[in-house]
């Protein structure tokens, strides 16, 4: 008699009903702060996981840079969010995983597409670019760093007493939550810091970078002042 096993599911751990349900609040809030939550503790790390997966599934990991890729391709993803409408019964992880499915098989065919037409790109990978390190007294260097963030911080709380317009206190908001968050979001470029502000402040590009230039203003006068000794 021959036993025909079953073949076990794979379970996927990664992306579950709670992942699902962040997503489908995500979609349903206008609420910047309440969007930014979910994302940084629920939505992100299953985005990282699904895209790290699908590359190893589907063998993606042949492509040159791959790594810078990836992360690309989170920041898709993260501008594509607001777009999954929950009405229409697919579910997340599904709608996702096409998505970023998709979206690496366009990136396969641009690159079949550079190789047939023999143009050839120098491998980043084979140049060393040498940092130069310079030695300080630790603890004297270590206290001043500190120090100084601890005063740029305070700076930045004392800018709530100037009347700011309602565009510039959305993009200090949006500075405070990014530094907050440090160590839970991933901000690997200057791409990544003006899509996290966006979500996180529901302006354009064009406004964030204007709101920015007012604000790098005040932050050049306190660097002034705290390297004067001033502060």
């Known amino acids: 008699m021959t036993v025909t096993r079953r073949k076990k599911s794979k379970k996927n751990n990664y992306f579950t009903k709670v992942h699902e349900t962040a997503i489908i609040d995500y979609a349903l809030t206008e609420d910047r702060s309440i969007r930014t939550d979910l994302y940084v503790k629920f939505i992100g790390p299953a985005f990282d996981e699904l895209v790290d997966k ?38 997340a992880f599904s709608y996702f995983s096409v998505i970023t499915k998709n979206w690496f098989i366009h990136k396969v065919k641009q690159n079949s597409k550079r190789l047939k037409r023999d143009v050839q790109y120098e491998d980043l990978n084979g140049r060393e670019v040498s ?18 963030w601890t005063h740029l911080f305070q700076e930045i709380d004392s800018w709530e007493n100037i009347k700011l317009k309602e565009n510039e206190k959305k993009v200090l908001d949006a500075i405070r939550i990014l530094f907050n968050s440090i160590d839970e979001i991933e901000i690997f470029n200057k791409k990544a810091i003006y899509l ?4 996180i402040t529901g302006l354009n590009t064009k406004q964030i970078v204007n709101n920015l230039n007012k604000i790098r203003k005040r932050y050049k006068d306190f660097k002034i002042e705290w390297e004067k000794g001033k502060i």
Do not use: A, G
């Open 54 to 91: 699908i590359v190893y599934t589907y063998k993606f990991n042949t492509l040159p840079n791959i790594d810078y890729l990836k992360d690309d391709c989170k920041l898709w993803l993260i501008t594509i969010l607001n777009k999954y409408d929950p009405e229409r019964k697919s579910k």
């Open 131 to 148: 940092d130069i390190l310079v030695t300080h007294n630790s603890y004297e260097s270590d206290r001043e760093y500190k120090e100084f």
């Open 196 to 199: 996290y502000m966006r979500e």
